[in-house]
């Protein structure tokens, strides 16, 4: 949720942890700060509510000076955002300087404790009593700063992704997690720490990602040290990472958004890639090979997943119930979590995540784990808390999605599922040939027709233009495309904070048309397949209402054509395949809005990419 960078080594500190910051204001934008020992052995934090770039402004013309520092972008959880919540936070004496992504449940307890002894706070945060819990515990047991951590990570309940400074070491920085993720990268004489890879990625490509439960020791002058709480040297496991930098910059496009909405050709390929054999003939997917038995056997499916993974959660339980025969569940993470959920020997549960990190889908899968689930993940970050998490799954391979609107992961998620369907049906011996054939070929024909569809953008923004106005949205679907008017519908709300619904498009008349008048234009997905003349009914319900209809057509469509009010046509595809497609057009009417409202569409209001909280 919120984004933390550190720096400890032979260069200046300040401007690798800004650049840090800025490649990690996705994950929060309310507040930002920076903790840096300076040349002379000063502690100087400082820290304003706004973006990185009001944080710049704040600490120009002050001492940058320090070749160690750490720092934070915040997404606020408790307290405000204001100047005095945002991080570093710092011990009462200005020794121990400490950023925090997640949550301490208990800080209420510590806090009062702490106050009874004379402590004050600045802040409402659970950070600062964090904070001045590990400043006191040193004190008292007169222990080094790693000791003071430990001892303080052992006592409180929560989330955390921490990382320590303290004035009087210089070449120190003391970092630990649970729950929240935290990676370490090795350079030459210097340590890179960040949140997720992007920051560092430019600069290392050693990394460790460190473990729930485990502080490290990154001292400037020694290797790595890794400790768990109750003190046991852990073993260090260096991963390679693969990121390119040019996939975290925009490239020309004027938002990240627009950038990987662009990206998708290219971002199907790459999923598919590698997972189809030369021939173009079979799809190969180890991790479902590796697990025969498991999907071969399973008596049923439950996807666990939030938002827009959610979507594709929805599309999963269409696909897997269509091609493979096999009962499927579509659960909200957080409601799973906190329900007690049967599952049976023979349950495979999905669990479907672009960050890999968020808190709900990861305590979904701990608790399925715990009723003895095979836990399989469909994640994009490599190496993330949920690919780690699970027994074995399948990576997107879409490369690093900055804007907080999930676009590319989208698809790249659909994708998988699509490749996991058709395995798992051959293996079942539940598609015909010719069927399997056809998903195959207009498979590794997608990245042409999303092509197709993308280059009719300048209409899709025509259309935008027309109905930037309205203040309401209805998104209709069927079959596969009812989850993609839902995905619709959310792309609209996030990034241009117009009110939209997605239903399935005969549910409306239980309720929803109500809703209909000359002012609420409705969208609707009514490509060819086996509810197409059912969807033309609602849209003559919707007509006749005097709503304005936006369609989805396929390209020759000649009914729906006459009766809509503007049409938008994607290429005939089979039906399991039409969500890749149409989702394209409802991302970039989404985007086109939003930038008609002026809306920041990369880091739109209240939200953060990763939601490591619950
Ligand atoms: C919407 C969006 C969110 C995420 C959700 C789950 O565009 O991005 O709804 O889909 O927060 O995040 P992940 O997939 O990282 O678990």
Redo the contacts with the bound molecule.
Sequence with gaps: MCGIVGYVGDKNAYPILIKGLHRLEYRGYDSAGVAMISDEGRLNVYKTKGKVSALEHYAENKDISGTIGIAHTRWATHGEPNDLNAHPHYSENGSIALIHNGIIENYGVIKTMLSEKGYTFRSDTDTEVLVQFIAYLRAENHCTLFEAVQAALNQVIGAYAIAVLDKDNRDEIIAARKSSPLVVGIGEGEYFLASDATPICEYVKDVVYLNDGEIAIINRHKPLKVYNLNNIESKIDIRKIEMNISELEKGGYPHFMLKEIFEQPRTITDCIRGRINLEGTNVILSGILDNKDKFLNARRIIFV????????GLIGEYLFEDLCGIEVKVEY?SEFRYRNPVIQPGDVVIA???????A??LAAIELAKSKGAFVYGI???VGSS?ARATHSGTYIHVGP?I?????K??TG?VTVLVMMAMVIAEMKGRISKDKYEAVLRELLAMPESIKHILAQHEHIKDIAAIFTYARNFLYLGRGYNYPTAM?GA??LK??SYIHAEGCPAAEMKHGTIALIDNEMPTIVIATNGSVYEKTISNIQEIKARGGKVIAVVNEGDEIVSKMADYCICVPSVEECLTPLLSSIPLQLFAYYIAVNKGRNVDQPRN?A???TVE
Excluded: R
Aim: negative net charge; proline residues 0%; contains cysteine.
């Design positions: 997943a939030c938002g827009t993974s959610w979507h594709a993470a479907i995540s672009q960050s890999g990190e968020t709900d889908t994640c994009n970050v949920i999605e804007g907080v609107a999930s676009t992961a989208f998620q995905e959310l792309k996030e990034i939200l990419k990763s939601v």
